[in-house]
């Protein structure tokens, strides 16, 4: 049995588990997509190539490509609907980013998000933007699926995320497997509309109280891009919790040297404490695939002489 869980704060002075829900559920980054000039005609500027779109963190970046691709279809030299057997994909950095992973998660890693940071840096009149780039062809770059059956492949991957974490969670996939059309359609339908009451509904019925395992992904950018899917237990065989930091120098040992840290975690755009308890985290911070995505960033320079 587990020792208790992290003391809580006094009653009124944190929020309770729905306000954090709410607050994941509700996370937006300001994205703008420019189109590689290859893809433009010639007459086109580059501000004329630019699209500006607010996304949810928890939701994939390529449900929103019909509607770039609408807006740019004017500007394009390429058929538009990518009748002649090619694929889109996105880029930060000519670094292709993987539609399937949340938005969110792809800002963290690909930025080495150092949430403190960028708040100290931020003025009440500033606007956070990520600027990523389109790209198109036949031969995607190594790791990104190409998108050939549109929305209907989309959701298909989704649900397969769902069957795997509800594998994790309760050893069989029997409480998604089992789901009546009805709930199915609901189920994807919340993902669309951002119907968190839907979501919450459904996926209840998925997660139990006491999961068998639960479903986490650590993502690494720097030095190297990694992408580790674990199944890990609430509780450690001493019968103390397991914690971040327990998974994390596992996975990632060089990153705990001479009782010095060199790594954070971020999930969700805030840096989580190593000791947070991985079920509890999951609760609070779970994502709309079943998973826990937390990434794992270098501390910097300035950080590091700090500590």
Known sequence: MCVNALPREKAGTTMNMDQIRELVWSGAINVQINVKQSLLLNEVSHKESLVNVRIPRDTYLVLYLPAIVSHLRNSLKIDPNGNDGGTYWFEFEDVPLFWNYPLGVLYDSMLALNPPGRVSRDTENSINVWKIELAYGSNPPAGVIPLINGIDQIKSYWMHQWKQSCYILNGSAKQVMSLSMQDSQQFWGSILNRDRTNFGRISSKIIPKRP????????????????????????????????????????????????????????????????????????????????????????????????
């Open 212 to 307: 068998k395992f639960i479903p986490i992904i650590l993502h690494q950018t720097l030095p190297d891009i990694k992408r580790i899917q674990l199944s890990a237990t609430e509780c450690k065989d001493d019968g103390s919790l397991q914690t971040v930091a327990d998974l994390a120098k596992i996975q990632f040992p060089e990153f705990f040297q001479d009782n010095q840290v060199l790594m954070k975690a971020v999930s969700n755009g805030i840096e989580v404490p190593l000791h947070s308890n991985v079920f509890e985290l999951y609760q609070r911070l779970m994502s709309f695939d079943g998973f826990l995505h937390v990434c794992i960033c270098l501390v910097s320079n300035d950080e590091y002489g700090e500590a």
